[in-house]
């Protein structure tokens, strides 16, 4: 793969679909599953945007735990929501008592912060399923807004007096993109990621981020960040050619034909992955 003398051009792919507009799509079978990796503690602190000692003190908490120092999918969603409700005024040690209490009344749900919606009330974080709030003691309760149950302001609100205050993640989106386009790459990354603080799910956000953190040499994060606009997108050919590169710089041959083989089943017209698969498969 890389260093063996092929590189996948991915320039042409990219700059043609950055005005487009992404719909959310079904799972593919073919594509990788990005729940079967792991990260290393210095990938998620990069790709998470939070500080190693943050980190290590949510760990001791036991609200993640790594295995052999390494960080799996469910630990990435587990840590966005963490990131998301401290940001909005929950404590750590409360996070710590409702999980606890929530594990107690759903046996069947082993990592509440990775599988289950978590609306704060009060001091307590309430499971959100569909039309009933459940509280850590068991209670049952019908759903409310969260500004009515007691709830706290959302991420990056706290602190902020200009006119991002009521942005929305397409704001911030809008607002990456432009300052990619003034060259503020750093900048821009940071306004990716405040876009995915208020909205996870945005796919195109995700392939922008994984474009950027390519570009910086940061393969790992690039790649997690692809690996999460596939799966919610799996239509979205151009990050699985983009998701083939940062495979194939990371030495993944196996993954890298994978991603390309599932670029071109959703755009067969695309010639620049049918010639990089046929590189690919030549040097594997």
Same mark, same amino acid.
């Given at each position: 793969?890389?260093?063996?003398?092929?590189?996948?051009?991915?320039?042409?792919?990219?700059?043609?679909?950055?005005?487009?507009?992404?719909?959310?799509?079904?799972?593919?079978?073919?594509?990788?599953?990005?729940?079967?990796?792991?990260?290393?503690?210095?990938? &998620?602190?990069?790709?998470?945007?939070?500080?190693? /000692?943050?980190?290590?003190?949510?760990?001791?908490?036991?609200?993640?735990?790594?295995?052999?120092?390494?960080?799996?999918?469910?630990?990435?969603?587990?840590?966005?929501?963490?990131?998301?409700?401290?940001?909005?005024?929950?404590?750590?040690?409360?996070?710590?008592?409702?999980?606890?209490?929530?594990?107690?009344?759903?046996?069947? &749900?082993?990592?509440?912060?990775?599988?289950? =919606?978590?609306?704060?009330?009060?001091?307590?974080?309430?499971?959100?399923?569909?039309?009933?709030?459940?509280?850590?003691?068991?209670?049952?309760?019908?759903?409310?807004?969260?500004?009515?149950?007691?709830?706290?302001?959302?991420?990056?609100?706290?602190?902020?007096?200009?006119?991002?205050?009521?942005?929305?993640?397409?704001?911030?989106?809008?607002?990456?993109?432009?300052?990619?386009?003034?060259?503020?790459?750093?900048?821009?990354?940071?306004?990716? /990621?405040?876009?995915?603080?208020?909205?996870?799910?945005?796919?195109?956000?995700?392939?922008?981020?994984?474009?950027?953190? =390519?570009?910086? =040499?940061?393969?790992?994060?690039?790649?997690?960040?692809?690996?999460?606009?596939?799966?919610?997108?799996?239509?979205?050919?151009?990050?699985?050619?983009?998701?083939?590169?940062?495979?194939?710089?990371?030495?993944?041959?196996?993954?890298?034909?994978?991603?390309? /083989?599932?670029?071109?089943?959703?755009?067969?017209?695309?010639?620049?992955?049918?010639?990089?698969?046929?590189?690919?498969?030549?040097?594997?």
């Amino acid at each position: 793969m890389a260093g063996r003398g092929t590189t996948i051009d991915v320039s042409s792919a990219q700059s043609a679909t950055r005005s487009e507009n992404f719909d959310v799509g079904l799972p593919c079978a073919a594509r990788p599953n990005p729940q079967s990796k792991t990260y290393r503690f210095d990938v &998620v602190c990069e790709l998470l945007d939070i500080g190693p /000692r943050t980190l290590q003190r949510w760990e001791l908490l036991g609200l993640v735990e790594a295995v052999d120092g390494r960080f799996d999918f469910q630990d990435l969603l587990a840590l966005r929501t963490i990131i998301d409700l401290v940001s909005g005024g929950v404590s750590p040690h409360a996070i710590v008592r409702s999980v606890r209490g929530l594990k107690r009344v759903l046996p069947d &749900v082993e990592r509440p912060l990775a599988q289950l =919606r978590l609306v704060p009330v009060n001091d307590t974080l309430h499971a959100d399923l569909d039309d009933t709030l459940i509280s850590p003691d068991g209670q049952y309760v019908m759903r409310f807004a969260a500004s009515e149950l007691g709830g706290t302001p959302s991420a990056y609100e706290e602190g902020r007096d200009d006119e991002s205050l009521s942005w929305t993640a397409l704001d911030w989106h809008d607002h990456a993109l432009a300052l990619e386009g003034d060259g503020e790459i750093d900048e821009s990354i940071t306004s990716y /990621r405040r876009a995915l603080a208020m909205q996870s799910h945005f796919p195109e956000v995700h392939f922008n981020l994984g474009y950027l953190l =390519r570009g910086t =040499r940061r393969f790992e994060a690039a790649e997690a960040h692809l690996q999460l606009a596939v799966m919610q997108d799996p239509d979205l050919h151009v990050a699985w050619y983009l998701l083939a590169d940062v495979q194939q710089r990371l030495g993944f041959e196996t993954e890298s034909l994978q991603s390309l /083989r599932t670029a071109l089943d959703h755009c067969p017209t695309l010639d620049q992955a049918r010639w990089s698969a046929a590189c690919v498969t030549a040097t594997c």
